[in-house]
């Protein structure tokens, strides 16, 4: 497995020691940095801005926003961002949920997976450099109203190579979609203990993979895992718990939170209902407190370094590719001097 640094996106500004993290990743012999963004910064300034610094880690985006951009605009940047850096790109894209895309981007969210397939197909034909025509139900190209004047166009830069296309997915048709149309799949709060059920899902998706929609054995499994070195396994727990609290209980309405739903797969549907409950009536602590340890060390790397050794077989031997850490620099020395 190989290992990639998680920088996300920005809290209330850039942080300061981002550079530096770069910079020990690349000399610790990471294989990959990738940047995020939802609603504050985005994902592409900062990957170039910091990916300057570097002249062998691929440079990723986990995830750039479907409704942020047009398919054309997002394969645009994703040509020049390649060209940039010398073919080190990686395109991770995701359709968000509807708080994000309709609160935020303005965008109808219904119909995600239909929606992405649509923009994966723009994407291809726009960094094939074919003349871009298309006529689904979420996207039409050209545009079919306004002045009447659009013409189909091809990009006026060719493409450096065939750049990877990644999906966020975490509901299992969405994961098989992306095994089916993708060149791999970035996970969120995934399990090495639930290994079985995601392979099932790629499986599927394999099965339905069209001929010449590239190399199933290059397919890439990049995943997030937040690590949290220290002696006392309850107090590392304590730093997550607030976010996954968050994702659980906050993030969507009852009914539409699909990062609930990952969870209650797991065996957690009581719990989950419960952090919820909390959650939304306004009881956040209440809700952080209730997140159970043994679920948080399911999705995370926590205690002692000697106790995320032991663990780290299971994460080595499940399908992920390369894990991507987040943390301090000595996070990052430590994770290299136990994977790599």
């Known amino acids: ?12 500004g850039p942080d300061p020691k981002a ?17 995020a963004e939802a609603y504050g910064s985005d994902a592409l300034t900062p990957l170039a801005w910091l990916g300057s610094r570097t002249s062998r880690l691929r440079l990723g985006t986990s995830i750039v926003q479907l409704s942020a951009r047009t398919p054309v605009a997002t394969a645009m940047a994703a040509m020049t961002m390649d060209h940039l850096s010398g073919g080190r790109f ?3 894209i995701g359709a968000s949920g509807p708080q994000v895309v309709e609160g935020w981007y303005a965008q109808p969210y219904p119909k995600p997976l239909a929606r992405t397939r649509e923009y994966v197909a723009i994407l291809r034909a726009t960094m094939d450099r074919e003349v871009v025509r298309f006529d689904g139900e979420h996207y039409q190209i050209p545009h079919p109203g306004g002045a009447g004047l659009g013409k189909p166009l091809r990009s006026t830069i060719h493409p450096l190579r065939r750049i990877p296309i990644l999906l966020a997915a975490e509901g299992p048709k969405n994961v098989a979609m992306a095994a089916e149309i993708a060149d791999g799949w970035l996970p969120l709060f995934y399990s090495p203990y639930d290994d079985k059920r995601y392979r099932e899902s790629l499986e599927t998706g394999f099965a339905r993979r069209a001929e010449g929609a590239g190399d199933r054995a290059n397919f890439e499994v990049n995943c997030p895992v937040t690590v949290q070195i220290d002696d006392d396994v309850e107090a590392a727990a304590d730093r997550i718990r607030p976010m996954l609290a968050l994702y659980i209980g906050g993030m969507g309405a009852r009914g539409a939170n699909f990062h609930y739903e990952v969870f209650a797969r797991m065996g957690y549907e009581a719990e989950c209902a419960s952090i919820q409950e909390l959650y939304l009536g306004g009881r956040k602590d209440e809700a952080i407190a209730s997140v159970p340890l043994s679920l948080v060390e399911k999705v995370a790397l926590i205690g002692p370094k000697e106790k995320i050794a032991e663990e780290w077989p299971a994460w080595r031997d499940s399908l992920i590719t390369t894990m991507l850490i987040g943390g301090s620099a000595d996070t990052l020395r430590t994770m290299a001097e136990i994977a790599l």
Request: net charge negative.
């Open 19 to 35: 550079p530096e993290l770069v910079d020990t990743a690349e000399r610790l012999g990471f294989d990959s940095v990738w940047t």
């Open 90 to 92: 990686v395109l991770g």
């Open 1 to 12: 497995m190989k290992l990639g640094l998680s920088l996300g996106y920005w809290g209330a």
